[in-house]
């Protein structure tokens, strides 16, 4: 005979209803900290007011912002004075006394402190790639209230080189909170590295990256942002993905100062320039053609289809071609 185990406490109806409340309003659910400093899930009663108001309700003054609990005590964090150093390994280098190039192993929130007073202002470029925050991914723990051996203690996490990481699961009341604050005051200070005409590179996936440019415009300002880079990672389709196979990636590019010349052009090499030839003599170098026509027809885009003089005086204009056809290659005089 068995006995069936029953639970001996009664449902949280409190959390049942916001996950109620979750499916049918999900913009007014949000992050925040109980009492007793717990992160949990909670819900925007003004937000929810006005979900289930005809007119527009009153609340706290708004203002475009990217807001999240814990940014203050991010913004804290960059700005912290650390009583670290650097100690050169000599036994470990080559040619110490003559490279010019630096290998930094830490901490990466120390040592970007650390480079403040020699590199400020002064470095070109700078990559990183965060943590995605897939749910599955470790993040650097900034909180060092603890010891480090209480800390390895209760999680049991560090990198490679003894940095302190805490797995951020999507079952994390702060799941986006904490990877904010966790990258907030590191973007702080790699864009005080950067030179006026320096770019920062930030490598990211789809899950994240919304939130990561609304924070980048707040740290570089938003006129400095650059463009958005695709690159395809991988060229296999995943069969064993839940909804899309993705095969791709963003590089967010922000500038330090955005103007023109920040990013500059490589020179042709023979590569490039095997596309180019001269087979008329033109003292003007290589060349090559192009076809000039338009993917529009004349009735749907009239002001592309315009007049074309060459160095010779003859009239060539781009064929006239029927709604919904393909271009057609030749021009005629």
Not at 85 to 97: A, G, I, M, N, Q
């Amino acid at each position: 005979m068995t006995v069936e185990k029953r639970k001996m406490h009664s449902p949280d109806l409190t959390q049942r209803n916001i996950n109620a409340i979750t499916e049918l309003f999900p913009t007014v659910i949000t992050e925040t900290l109980d009492p007793d400093g717990n992160p949990v899930r909670t819900v925007d009663f003004d937000a929810l007011r006005q979900e289930l108001s005809e007119h527009i309700v009153e609340g706290p003054h708004e203002r475009y912002q990217l807001d999240w609990p814990g940014k203050r005590a991010a913004a804290f964090v960059a700005n912290t004075p650390i009583a670290e150093t650097l100690r050169p390994v000599r036994e470990e280098s080559v040619e110490f006394d003559t490279t010019k190039n630096l290998f930094i192993e830490g901490d990466n929130l120390d040592t970007l402190k650390l480079l403040q007073q020699s590199y400020l202002g002064k470095v070109k470029l700078i990559y990183i790639d965060p943590p995605y925050n897939t749910g599955n991914d470790f993040i650097y723990d900034d909180d060092f209230a603890e010891s480090t051996a209480d800390y390895l203690a209760r999680s049991g996490q560090k990198s490679e080189t003894g940095d302190r990481l805490v797995a951020n699961t999507e079952a994390n009341g702060r799941f986006h909170s904490d990877w904010l604050s966790m990258l907030y005051p590191r973007l702080r200070l790699a864009r005080n590295l950067l030179a006026e005409n320096g770019l920062m590179f930030i490598s990211i996936d789809s899950g994240e990256v919304a939130s990561l440019r609304l924070m980048c415009d707040e740290v570089f300002g938003a006129s400095n942002f650059v463009d958005a880079l695709v690159w395809q990672k991988k060229v296999s389709p995943s069969n064993d993905s839940q909804f899309f196979s993705n095969d791709y990636e963003t590089i967010l590019v922000y500038a330090r100062l955005k103007r023109p010349g920040v990013i500059e052009r490589l020179e042709r090499n023979d590569q490039h320039n095997k596309y180019y030839t001269n087979p008329d003599g033109d003292p003007r170098g290589r060349w090559n053609s192009v076809v000039a026509t338009s993917n529009k027809t004349a009735a749907e885009r009239p002001n592309l289809y315009y007049l074309i003089r060459n160095p010779s005086g003859v009239e060539v204009w781009p064929p006239v071609r029927p709604r919904g056809s393909t271009p057609a290659m030749p021009c005629r005089n």
